[in-house]
């Protein structure tokens, strides 16, 4: 069975940082994996997509890794602002998506 | 191309009544996911359809849910006789077929809240 773990659950940084979001997965058996951003009461909106054969995708200040054999995603955000404030999720994906927990991110100014 | 739609936004229920969830799929995709998050909670997988097929359910609860995905028309998450543990926003996804063991992109749909009262 697929479990996928976050760390941190929490975070709280201040504006201009450079941040590590990570994800880990039990079974490398996927397809791809998934970054969405969550806001508070609000739907999930797709980050970026990294195919099971790819290493990275980038799109803007984002940078996403994986490496399938460890099991293991991070999400760099360079340069944090308090508009990046949110739930991180990831999701690891062979036929259904399985979520993480998330990363619930505070950007102060 | 408007994105994954559900409806309705926001939903009431007395005890015992039966909730309705809809969601229309992105143009051209054919499979659709649903999910459940509970306050302060993930999301958890409930099922995944095409058309007129159920294929994986194994998230359901077994008593009282229902999901189709008919030929025409939305896909339908259908709750009988509610009860307060069933208060969450549900979530529907959905993406294009696959084609052999590539993976295709889901989008979301902003969710329907279900308050049982």
């Known amino acids: 069975k697929q479990e996928v773990t976050q760390i941190p659950a929490a975070l709280s940084v201040p504006e201009g940082e450079n941040l590590v979001l990570n994800c880990s997965f039990t079974?490398?058996?996927?397809?791809?994996l998934q970054w969405f951003r969550q806001d508070p009461g609000k739907g999930l909106t797709s980050l970026l997509l990294?195919?099971?054969?790819?290493r990275e995708q980038t799109s803007g200040r984002l940078n996403a890794s994986l490496d399938k054999s460890s099991g293991r995603s991070t999400l760099y955000i360079a340069a944090s602002q308090p508009g990046d404030s949110a739930t991180y999720l990831c999701?690891?994906?062979?036929?259904?998506?399985?979520f993480g927990t998330g990363t619930r991110l505070q950007v102060f100014p | 191309n408007a994105g994954v739609m559900q409806n309705p936004r926001h939903l009431v229920r007395r005890r015992g009544q039966e909730a309705r969830l809809r969601c229309s799929p992105m143009?051209?995709?054919?499979?659709v996911y649903w999910y459940r998050q509970l306050p302060e909670e993930g999301l958890k997988f409930m099922v995944y359809?095409?058309?007129?097929?159920?294929?994986?359910e194994s998230g359901m609860p077994k008593e009282r849910f229902s999901a189709e995905f008919p030929k025409e028309g939305p896909s339908i998450l259908r709750i009988q006789q509610v009860v307060r543990g069933d208060s969450a926003a549900y979530f529907c996804?959905?993406?294009?077929?696959?084609?052999?063991?590539?993976?295709?992109?889901?989008?979301f749909g902003q969710g329907t809240r279900l308050t049982v009262v």
């Open positions: 359809l095409q058309k007129e097929n159920i294929i994986d």
């Open positions: 996804a959905s993406s294009p077929q696959t084609q052999g063991s590539g993976g295709t992109e889901a989008f």
């Open positions: 079974d490398s058996a996927i397809y791809n």
């Open positions: 999701a690891v994906r062979k036929d259904k998506l399985i």
């Open positions: 143009k051209g995709h054919s499979h």
């Open positions: 990294i195919q099971s054969s790819q």
